[in-house]
């Protein structure tokens, strides 16, 4: 009960906030929309920055898992052992949440480059983040994933940035080929090839 109580307060943050903008949103707001008390909120999240943060790393390796599901799925159309295929689909489900969802991906951007107290949250839900990637990377034939994890993480962040920074916003695909470049991927992998964006015509 009290695991389904944090999770829809993390979904209803990310729906909110994704939907309104981080200061149009309270803490009472998410409460009533996850049909939780107010005081469960703050008994979880120490703040609507930590709640937030928390939020979009669930939201996150969410999505990045639903994406990997079909292709381990032997029952898939999608299914296939090619590691290339796995990466392809990571680098697209992560940045495609900057296309899809620019105001929450741009928040949460945000709040890691101005972390509270001038620290970066690590909790359990960024962890699994990270096993994910690690896990692709693996795939790969990767010795160390972990090292690997932090620069995948760092070039899909920096993805996500140069995509959504204000007035200098660069383009989906331009940046897309590049992460493909730069791992040595074939652009026609992955579940948004094609057109002129990221999601096929």
């Not at 990997?68 to 799925?73: E, S």
């Not at 001038?118 to 090292?147: C, H, N, W, Y």
Request: proline share 7%.
């Amino acid at each position: 009960m009290r695991a389904r109580s944090r999770e829809r307060i993390m979904q209803a943050a990310v729906e909110l906030i994704g939907r309104r903008g981080f200061n149009q949103v309270t803490l009472a707001d998410i409460a009533e929309r996850a049909g939780v008390a107010r005081g469960l909120v703050s008994y979880y999240f120490p703040g609507k920055r930590f709640l937030l943060q928390t939020a979009m790393h669930r939201h996150m390796h969410t999505t990045l898992a639903a994406a990997l599901r079909p292709l381990g799925d032997p029952a898939s159309p999608a299914h296939t052992d090619d590691p290339d295929a796995w990466l392809a689909t990571a680098i697209d489900a992560v940045t495609g949440l900057a296309v899809d969802e620019p105001t929450l991906m741009r928040t949460h951007l945000s709040l890691i480059l101005a972390p509270l107290d001038g620290v970066f949250v690590q909790d359990e839900e960024q962890q699994e983040l990270g096993r994910l990637l690690q896990e692709v990377l693996r795939r790969r034939g990767s010795t160390d994933p972990a090292a690997e994890h932090a620069v995948l993480r760092s070039a899909l962040m920096g993805a996500c940035i140069g995509m959504l920074l204000p007035g200098a916003e660069s383009p989906a695909a331009l940046i897309r080929a590049d992460l493909f470049a730069r791992y040595g991927l074939d652009p026609d992998l992955g579940p948004r090839h094609g057109g002129t964006g990221l999601t096929p015509p």
